[in-house]
């Protein structure tokens, strides 16, 4: 199963992402992450890693892959054949407790361009990876919805937004059902950051017909890590339950 991990910026995609991986692996699942946000470098150290060189590289570099594109029309294939899982080649992903790290890749300097080429080559990724029953692929998205119009989420089998407790979150979680619902993906929502005193705002002010599948707590572990940088080390029973509802395909029915 592929899943997109989506929502505004700040609101806990990488995170989540961080510990439904490492819960997914826990339950036994291989677990290939995806990191396709071109600016923020935090994932890997969330998950405790080294960040993995720009899969981009693969395809000759940022550069190379750009002009790949323009002297095609913008219709080069950088896929010509399915990939499986383990395809991921030797040295563009980091491993940690059953759990692999890919970076689509990163702006590294001022001046280099738009990331348009990554998002184009990661897009195609998706759309060719197979998957196994025991497979699974979360990619942590850039914030917003750009994503959805360069149709990354086309090749996806699940689309989970997070939603922090904040207006613009909650405002944009009707944006995102209507894009997910528009291309016939599922949507659910996670709801982040929750306490006793805004669980009933979130969940009044979560768009109508959203499907909220899981609550996560704010946690004063998770918000230390954050400020200090380091790995997300925590079991949490919300996202035991939420990778329950993974697996068990309740989460998509
Ligand atoms: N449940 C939580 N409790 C407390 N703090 C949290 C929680 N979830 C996330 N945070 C904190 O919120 C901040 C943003 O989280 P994170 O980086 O995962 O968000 P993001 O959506 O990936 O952000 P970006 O859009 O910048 O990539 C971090 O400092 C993180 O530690
Ligand atoms: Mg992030």
């Given at each position: 199963m592929k899943i997109a991990v989506c929502g505004k910026g700040g609101s806990g995609k990488s995170t989540i992402t961080a510990l439904l991986a490492k819960e997914l692996s826990r339950m036994g699942k291989d677990v290939l992450v995806i990191d396709s946000d071109e600016s923020n470098y935090g994932l890997s150290r969330q998950m405790g890693v080294e960040l993995p060189k720009d899969f981009t590289a693969y395809f000759g570099g940022k550069e190379k892959a750009q002009k790949d594109m323009m002297l095609s029309n913008f219709t080069?294939?950088?896929?010509?054949e399915t990939w499986t899982?383990?395809?991921?080649?030797?040295?563009y992903y980091a491993e940690k407790d059953g759990v692999k790290l890919m970076s689509s890749g990163k702006i590294h300097t001022?001046?280099?361009?738009?990331?348009c080429t990554i998002g184009n080559i990661i897009r195609q990724f998706v759309e060719h990876l197979n998957l196994t029953e025991n497979e699974y692929a979360l990619m942590d998205m850039e914030a917003g919805i750009e994503h959805f119009g360069r149709g990354t989420d086309n090749g996806m089998d699940l689309i989970l937004m997070i939603v922090d407790p904040s207006y613009e979150s909650l405002a944009l979680s009707g944006k995102i059902l209507e894009l997910g619902n528009a291309i016939g993906k599922p949507v659910r929502f996670v709801l982040n950051k929750v306490n006793d005193e805004n669980r009933e705002l979130m969940k009044n002010g979560v768009c109508e017909k959203a499907e909220v599948i899981c609550e996560i707590l704010e946690d004063d572990f998770i918000r230390g890590a954050g400020l200090q940088g380091k790995e997300l080390s925590l079991e949490m029973e919300s996202v035991r339950d939420l990778a329950k509802r993974i697996i068990s395909k309740s989460a998509t029915k």
């Open positions: 080069h294939q950088f896929f010509k899982f383990s395809d991921v080649p030797e040295g001022a001046n280099e361009g738009c990331a």
